[in-house]
């Protein structure tokens, strides 16, 4: 969805734990994307959330 421009915003969650590696967020895509923060929480349990707007190429 995010190469064929169809995702406009994102939200992720944070979980404050490291593993060695894993399933990538964005499976195979190697498309470059430019993210605008919109918004930023943390919690006391150590979890993030963010909210991002896709920045467009072809903005008008």
Excluded at 1 to 8: A, I, Q
Excluded at 22 to 51: D, P
């Amino acid at each position: 969805m995010l190469d064929h421009d169809l995702v406009e915003q994102l939200v992720l969650k944070v979980n404050p734990i490291v593993f060695g590696h894993g399933i990538r967020l964005f499976g195979g895509s190697t498309r470059k994307v430019e993210l605008a923060l919109l918004s930023a929480m943390s919690y006391a349990n150590g979890v993030s959330l963010l909210r991002y707007d896709v920045k467009r190429g072809d903005a008008a």
